[in-house]
Nanobody, 124 residues
């Protein structure tokens, strides 16, 4: 049974930082690209970042480039999202997701497994 468990969310002031973690189990972690997505109230879930299998190749949404970084530790089966210079518009539930195949990395429907999400709230 595959499980993705996010942690690290919380309330932070604008300009602050948070580090999200996503611990994976039940899958061969190194064979999966890992993505982060977010969903704000009343909005559709959107792509944030992805790190591919080796951890070298990464992509980011334009809205977070230069502020967020993504990394993975294959020995710990964990992917991280470091979020710096947070803005109120970053407020959302953040989800991690896993995919085993190449393709369109920002396409939600190409991810096979999802976590339950962690709330991030940025106050102004």
């Amino acid at each position: 049974q595959v499980q993705l468990v996010e942690s690290g969310g919380g309330l932070v002031q604008a300009g602050g930082s948070l580090r999200l973690s996503c611990a994976a189990s039940g899958l061969t972690f190194s064979r999966y690209a890992m993505g982060w997505f977010r969903q704000a109230p009343g909005k559709e879930r959107e792509f944030v970042a992805v790190v591919r299998w080796s951890g070298v190749s990464r992509d980011f949404a334009d809205s977070v480039k230069g502020r967020f970084t993504i990394s993975r530790d294959n020995a710990k089966n964990t992917v991280y999202l470091q979020m710096n210079r947070l803005k109120p518009e970053d407020t959302a539930v953040y989800y991690c997701a896993a995919r085993s195949k190449s393709g369109t990395m920002w396409a939600l429907d190409e991810y096979e497994y999802w976590g339950q999400g962690t709330q991030v709230t940025v106050s102004s």
